[in-house]
């Protein structure tokens, strides 16, 4: 079967820099995404990766190794409005969307 | 309209009732999707289309039904409501189906079965 595991829940400090981790297991792979979802509303595009290594964006930064089949989202300086759930979904060989459970970020002043 | 529309935002449906559920995209994307997002779950695939006049199940499809008649609109038909489809749904749409497959998301509909 298919499967992303991802951290249900994570908090941090404002100010600080947490890394959210992601490995999948997946019939084939054509790229991984990062999604944040704020509380009440949909999912909104943060990064994609095809290729191994960092694709940094701003305060936010993600990670890939196909060999081991892991990713990590990387947000620095926190800030309060980046409280939210991380969603980590990988394309697969049939070009499907396999979505993560998503890791909810409670940021703390 | 700017993206992608669904209607309505939320809805008390009663038990054995149908309901169809609105999505409009203005962004002339060939893929669309309708998502079910329960807590703890993520988001699971109910229906699909790559492209208009075509429908393919997901991995949640039983109890649900779609048409896509044209680029614009997905609608998504609960035949005979049931207490478990009581969700947050979500519609998405995205270019095509490529390796880059980026899917912007409706504002989702909050659906409760009684």
């Known amino acids: 079967g298919q499967n992303i595991d991802q951290p249900t829940e994570m908090t941090a400090t404002e100010g600080a820099i947490v890394q959210i981790n992601c490995t999948y297991q997946t019939s084939g792979f054509n790229g991984l995404f990062w999604y944040q979802q704020h509380a009440g509303e949909a999912p909104t595009f943060l990064s994609y990766n095809v290729l191994d290594g960092l694709e940094e964006k701003g305060r936010f930064s993600s990670f890939l190794s196909r060999s081991k089949g892991y990713s990590y989202l990387l947000l620095k300086e926190l800030q309060m409005k980046d409280s939210a759930s991380y969603l980590c979904a990988v394309i697969d060989s049939n070009y499907q969307l396999i979505w993560g459970a998503g890791t909810k970020l409670i940021i703390k002043p | 309209i700017a993206g992608i529309t669904q209607a309505p935002t939320s809805q008390i449906l009663a038990a054995g009732r149908r309901m169809t559920l609105r999505c409009t995209q203005d962004m002339r994307h060939n893929a669309m999707y309708w998502y079910r997002q329960d807590l703890g779950l993520g988001l699971r695939l109910i229906h699909y289309s790559n492209t208009a006049g075509t429908t393919g199940k997901g991995e949640v499809p039983d109890g649900y039904s779609v048409s896509r008649a044209n680029t614009d609109d997905f609608p998504l038909t609960l035949a005979s409501a049931v207490p478990s489809q009581t969700s947050v749904y979500f519609c998405?749409?995205?270019?095509?189906?490529?390796?880059?497959?980026?899917?912007?998301f409706g504002p989702g509909t909050r659906l409760t079965v009684l």
């Open positions: 998405a749409s995205s270019m095509g189906v490529s390796s880059y497959n980026e899917q912007f």
